[in-house]
Nanobody, 124 residues
């Protein structure tokens, strides 16, 4: 059983930056999982923001965050990151990290393990 704990959320002014971290435990094979960051805004469905493959050599980002958000991972630290720059009020949401054991497209949304989420609030 993989446990995921997010951190780094907070309140930030538009144009600012935040770096989210997600630490994994309960597995010695963190590098066997594709990792993803999702978000859910009030009244909206959860959406995939970014994904990264096992080695970190390939990433995916949704169009609205391309050029602003960067996903990365450190397998030795069992941690995945989401660097968020040029934040906008519409980025306000609870951000979740997730782990997926199946190899496949980074656009997939059927993840196996989920964190509890961290709130990101952007004010103008």
């Amino acid at each position: 059983q993989v446990q995921l704990v997010e951190s780094g959320g907070g309140l930030v002014q538009a144009g600012g930056s935040l770096r989210l971290s997600c630490a994994a435990s309960g597995t010695t094979e963190f590098s066997n999982y594709n990792m993803g960051w999702f978000r859910q805004a009030p009244g909206k469905e959860r959406e995939l923001v970014a994904g990264i493959n096992r080695s970190g050599s390939s990433t995916y980002s949704k169009d609205s965050v391309k050029g602003r958000f960067t996903i990365s991972r450190d397998n030795a630290k069992k941690t995945v990151y989401l660097q968020m720059n040029s934040l906008k009020p519409e980025d306000t949401a609870v951000y979740y990290c997730a782990a997926r054991s199946l190899i496949g497209t980074l656009r997939a949304t059927d993840y196996d393990y989920w964190g509890q989420g961290t709130q990101v609030s952007v004010y103008s």
